[in-house]
């Protein structure tokens, strides 16, 4: 899941950063911020990559369980 959410941001970031110098900018600050929450991560230790990735696992639980009931009610309708 990580590895495509960062394939995802990878592109985006690539197709930005060429548009323009103020996106480019942008997109640089994005990085820089990216750096630092990975430092911040590293520095916590094993709690806070434990915590991020129950918010991901949970985030997707949920997800599953929505289209899962949107399934399940046009299937009644």
Do not use: H, P, Q, W
């Not at 480019?24 to 806070?48: F, H, L, P």
């Not at 949970?58 to 949107?70: L, M, P, Q, V």
């Amino acid at each position: 899941m990580e590895t495509v959410l960062a394939g995802i941001f990878g592109g985006a970031v690539v197709y930005v950063a060429g548009k323009t110098d103020v996106l480019r900018n942008v997109v640089k600050g994005v990085i820089k911020m990216g750096y630092s929450v990975t430092g911040a991560v590293a520095s916590g230790g094993g709690e806070t990559l434990e915590s991020i990735k129950d918010i991901i696992a949970e985030s997707k639980s949920e997800y599953d369980a929505e289209k899962a009931a949107k399934a399940e009610a046009m299937v009644k309708a």
